[in-house]
């Protein structure tokens, strides 16, 4: 039972550890979208994955149970991965030496992404009452 418990803590160390990797890299690519060197199509798409990682608003909320963490564990992740592999290597480790310091800041927040979220879940809402409306109409 011992065991147990010590392998929970164990992943739970290497969650965190992965979370911070994760954070570390976001911050670098934060930094990294406004550079001239990075291809046009890379800015564009790190922008969006940066803006939705600082969101202080979820695509998905995170009290939705399973899906709610579904952005965090899978979207995020890969949206970070993907945009690694479109910056330039030689761009994106100069960032990642500057986000060393950078970090000691406060984190980013992108404000813009929360409103383009609120907007949609807006869209949403609307788009199901007029639905039901047109339903109870009927």
């Known amino acids: 039972m011992h065991t147990s418990s010590n392998q929970k803590g164990s992943m739970l160390v290497s969650w965190k550890s992965s979370a911070t990797r994760l954070r570390l890299e976001a911050y670098a690519l934060y930094l990294a979208f406004q550079d001239p060197r990075v291809p046009w199509y890379a800015r564009a798409f790190t922008a969006l994955i940066v803006g939705y ?26 949206g970070i991965a993907l945009a690694i592999k479109m910056v330039p290597r030689e761009v994106l480790e100069e ?35 007029i639905w039901v409306l047109h339903k109870i109409n009927r």
């Open 53 to 78: 990682t600082f969101s202080p608003i979820d695509l998905i909320p995170d009290f939705i149970p399973v899906l709610g963490y579904l952005d965090d564990l899978v979207i995020v992740p890969l």
């Open 95 to 129: 960032y990642r030496v500057k986000e060393a310091k950078r970090i000691q800041q406060d984190k980013p927040v992108s404000w813009f992404a929360a409103v383009v979220i609120i907007l949609l879940w807006v869209a949403i809402c609307i788009l199901i009452i």
